[in-house]
């Protein structure tokens, strides 16, 4: 507590951690390139250098408030320094801006440019170095690097991974994995976090637009999109909507007029997942075997859980995510000539996540042998083909998703915050759908941006503990303490991003530092808007099971983790 | 693939020490001083014994210029190159060694992996200058031609 003179402004202090978060408080948009609120200090870039009332200068990232502190932070000494860390970032920098797949988005073009450098006055000592597009996720261009950390910090402090780190020193020095490794050979699982921390092109989405452009444009193919839930609250960002907003209804027309055949609902399959995953949490608890069930639906969490807890693999559900469970269920509902028309089906799943497109490779993402799924387009790339197709978002009409699959429950939709999938089984698994039973669900402590929630799940009486986790440090933590026997649940969901889907590592940036909070309350909305709250409510999802489902349950709907892949 | 006795030596050395990240320094040199240089897959190993991932053992044996990754040869050689050496001529010595040896640039060990040449920054012997190391001995105010003396006196004790 205190107050600090800032630029001659006093300005009131709490408990932010530094002056920097003071400063930016007194509306101050300071530059930093290597700070981020939810990551280590680092203290690396110096942007963020200010100056007290006696010409000392200091990083304000790395610098406790104090009361009666003088700061300044625009002093033509400062400015000039600015500029000049930000040419010699550029002076060993791939410079191809308009060709960067960042440009536009790029922080580093955004401070030169705000700082006022028009050339370099250094020699370009750039050094090549090879491009890593092994990752189905993500792609590392270490020409675009600046050093600032924000990846290694997020892989390492937020998702324990840990796939990437410094290496070498002094000019030599790169972010790598070991021995310069491809990622596709490390840990890597592909959450994309890394891409949303940083402020360059020098990790990016690994983008699949091309090949959808085309289907696009064939007549011989019909082209079929889900949507998942997280999307609809983050495509608003791009524009300039207001954060959070569920624009669902936009996304499906603007689809439609791009192409798309038939727009459909993620929230969709999320409701098989929850019948398929609440019914196999009821057999586990009734044989006792396998438990505590972690959830599956994340890929990021998957591929952790294989790597460093191979142990723990037969703990994980068999249910496929909801992604997998449209694909597999669109592919057989396509099988019949009265629906594909004589035509090639090309499976697009539009996702908030990087991580999907490397779950969309592996052997149980296939039915027969072949794919269920043939594209996973993040949301980012969602938005990047909507500017390319020149449609004005802000003004398109809505439109409702298609049938047969184009209906979740609210069950569905809330997947995409965590503790989605926990509160939408345990909606499953209430005797009862009154108001008040689902009000007490909603208030048992599910809903929340905390990385650790626990909870208690209540079926027939009988009470059994649960834990919503998200971000896989948090998860990593949470496993350690159930192996040392501090803490046991039955039913654990894990996401690998913090908050969930709606933090996806395929999401547009912008909001996340935000907290995710609107796209959250976005998605509950959404939920309050549907009349069906019970995956198992869901009129469509009855029909299937009668139908095109009957003696192809499991086939369809489940998968095996006993082969860790690759 | 490194043969099993590398991994054993390694448990060994590994059971010299806590198993704990701040192990990897002194791990490492151990292993370093065995071979005169660290076998990678000996790193990733160390890293999964002592709990760390890979990427960070590789990011602090990468950081330092002691640990190598390539085999070294019997015989290390340190040309200092600090101020005080590279002004009374150091690089001279150096080019020399490297003509003697037949490394071009780039390449550091010689063929018959009885060389290594390096540089180093300082050794911390200004006032006997120019100055290099052979292993651990120290070698003063050296000229090229007592560098190639040094070289053949090596080969001829080799060849014995």
Not at chain 1, 202 to 229: C, G, H, R, Y
Not at chain 1, 304 to 319: D, F, G, N, Q
Not at chain 1, 507 to 523: F, N, T
Request: proline share 4%; net charge negative; aromatic share 6%.
């Amino acid at each position: 507590m205190g107050f600090m003179t800032i630029d001659g402004k006093q300005v009131e202090f709490t408990d932010e951690p530094n002056v920097l978060s003071v400063i930016r408080k007194a509306d101050i948009d300071i530059p930093t390139l290597c700070y981020h609120s939810e990551l280590s200090v680092y203290g690396a870039c110096r942007l963020c250098t200010v100056e007290n009332e006696k010409g000392k200068t200091f990083a304000s990232c790395s610098e406790k408030p104090k009361d009666g502190m003088v700061v300044y932070t625009n002093t033509p000494r400062l400015m000039k320094y600015r500029k000049m860390i930000l040419e010699l970032l550029l002076a060993a920098h791939d410079r191809d801006c308009t060709t960067c797949i960042k440009s536009g988005e790029c922080h580093l073009q955004e401070l030169a440019h705000r700082m006022g450098v028009t050339t370099v006055p250094y020699k370009n000592r750039m050094t090549h170095h090879e491009i890593d597009a092994s990752s189905p996720s993500i792609i590392r261009n270490p020409n675009k690097c600046i050093l600032c950390g924000d990846c290694v910090r997020m892989c390492d402090n937020v998702q324990a991974v840990n796939a990437i780190d410094f290496t070498s020193r002094g000019t030599s020095a790169t972010v790598a994995p070991a021995f310069n490794k491809l990622l596709n050979t490390t840990d890597c699982v592909g959450c994309g976090q890394c891409r949303v921390v940083c402020p360059t092109g020098a990790i990016s989405i690994n983008t699949n637009m091309d090949p959808v452009w085309e289907a696009l444009a064939d007549p011989d193919t019909k082209v079929i999109a889900q949507i998942a839930p997280a999307v609809r609250v983050a495509v608003g960002d791009a524009f300039d909507l207001p954060q959070g907003e569920n624009v669902m209804g936009k996304i499906v027309n603007v689809l439609h007029r791009m192409g798309f055949d038939e727009v459909f609902d993620t929230a969709y399959g999320a409701d098989l997942t929850v019948i398929e995953e609440s019914e196999e949490f009821l057999q586990r608890l009734a044989s006792g075997e396998n438990l505590p069930l972690f959830t599956s639906c994340c890929p990021g969490w998957v591929s952790y859980c294989e790597h460093r807890h191979p142990e723990l693999a037969k703990h994980l559900s068999t249910t496929r995510s909801p992604m997998q469970m449209f694909g597999a269920v669109a592919r057989e509902y396509y099988k019949d000539p009265a629906n594909n028309e004589g035509k090639k089906i090309l499976s697009v799943a539009i996702m908030p996540c990087t991580a999907k497109k490397g779950e969309i490779l592996r052997d149980e993402s296939k039915t027969d042998g072949i794919a269920d799924i043939d594209y996973v387009l993040t949301t980012s790339e969602l938005i990047t083909m909507i500017k390319r197709s020149g449609l004005m978002f802000e003004d398109v009409e809505l439109e409702s998703s298609d049938m047969p699959f184009g209906i979740g429950s609210g069950a569905g939709v809330i997947f995409g915050a965590s503790g989605g999938v926990t509160e939408a089984v345990m909606r499953r698994l209430a005797d009862k759908h009154s108001r008040s039973e689902m009000e007490t669900i909603r208030n048992s402590g599910v809903r929340g941006g905390e990385g650790i929630k626990e909870i208690v799940i209540t079926y027939q009486d009988k009470e059994y503990k649960a834990a919503v986790v998200s971000g896989l440090a948090n998860a990593e933590k949470l496993i350690q303490q159930i192996e040392s026997g501090e803490c046991n649940y039955d039913f654990i969901e894990v996401m690998a991003c913090r908050r969930g889907c709606i933090m996806g590592g395929g999401q547009p940036v912008d909001a996340h530092s935000a907290g995710g909070e609107a796209r959250a309350k976005g998605l509950y909305a959404a939920d309050v808007n549907t009349q069906i709250k019970k995956s198992n409510e869901n009129p469509l999802v009855q029909s299937l099971y009668d139908g095109l489902l009957k003696g192809k349950e499991h086939k369809l709907l489940h998968r095996n983790f006993n082969k860790p892949s690759q | 693939m490194l043969d099993e006795s590398f991994y054993q030596k390694a448990d060994e050395i590994i059971a010299n020490h806590t198993k704990e990240e701040r192990s990897l320094i002194p791990i490492i040199q151990d292993i370093q001083a065995e071979y005169r240089y660290l076998p990678p897959e000996l790193l990733t190993y160390v890293a999964k014994e002592i709990g760390i991932t890979d990427a960070r053992a590789y990011s602090v044996a990468s950081f330092y210029e002691n640990f190598s990754f390539e085999p070294k040869g019997k015989y290390i050689l340190k040309v200092c190159d600090g101020t005080a050496c590279h002004v009374r001529k150091s690089t001279p010595i150096m080019e020399r060694l490297r003509s003697d040896l037949g490394l071009e640039e780039g390449r550091q060990t010689t063929d018959d992996m009885l060389f290594t040449l390096e540089t180093v920054s300082c050794l911390g012997a200004c006032g006997l200058a120019p100055v290099m190391m052979v292993n651990d001995e120290v070698h003063s105010t050296m000229t090229p031609d007592k560098a190639t003396e040094l070289i053949n006196k090596i080969r001829g004790e080799e060849n014995e």
